[in-house]
């Protein structure tokens, strides 16, 4: 996956300006940063500037989030991959690290499927990284436990794959929920 096209030097933005803030007015615009769904940085930028500061639209912020996750969860694998000398992560590491992220870039229609799986994401996202951070200090990861982690991965990225399946056929992201009252015999 190729990476961003670099910016020409004089849209890069080298020049670091230092402010000195009390800790309530660094925490008073650390607040108004945060309401605006913005970093300090470009809070402090576009309001000095006199702009309004402008959050990414949730899609994107959605997509960004989602996505940045992944790449970690490819890196740990890697990591683990080297650690542990087990090549059962190599897979795993191209089906999260290129796949995954190759199939679902710049595809703002998933946003709602990403949205409702990035807690699930987080969390496998976490334990991976656990696990990698032992294996990187030298213990010795169990098979069983591998195994339980990968299964949980696997159960956290069908979601994704599914709702890539679908688009790719025409097909809404997630199947529609059943009408209320159309559930069967045992609906309420």
């Known amino acids: 996956m190729a990476g961003r096209k670099p910016k020409p030097p004089q849209d890069r933005r080298s020049v670091v300006a230092r402010i000195r803030l009390t800790p309530d007015e660094q925490r008073a615009i650390q607040k108004r ?3 605006a769904g913005v970093t300090f940085a470009t809070y402090v ?3 000095a500037l006199g702009r309004r500061p402008r959050a990414k639209p949730a899609t994107t912020a959605t997509l960004d989030d989602a996505l ?4 970690r969860i490819a890196n740990n694998l ?3 991959q080297v650690a542990t000398g087990d090549d059962t992560y190599g897979p795993w590491v191209t089906y999260v690290g290129k796949d995954m992220i ?3 870039a710049e595809r703002n229609d998933l946003a709602g499927v990403l949205r409702r799986n990035l807690d699930a994401i987080n969390g496998v996202g976490h334990l991976i990284n656990g696990i990698a951070r032992r294996a990187n200090m030298g213990r010795e990861i169990e098979e069983g436990e591998r195994d339980e982690a990968l299964t949980i991965l696997k159960e956290m990225l069908e979601p994704l794959r599914k709702a890539i399946v679908r688009t790719a056929k025409g097909l809404p992201a997630e199947e529609p929920s059943p009408e209320p009252g159309t559930e069967g015999d045992d609906a309420l």
């Open 33 to 35: 940063a945060v309401e």
């Open 45 to 47: 930028r576009d309001t």
């Open 68 to 71: 940045y996750e992944l790449g």
């Open 78 to 80: 890697a990591q683990l």
């Open 102 to 104: 190759e199939r679902l």
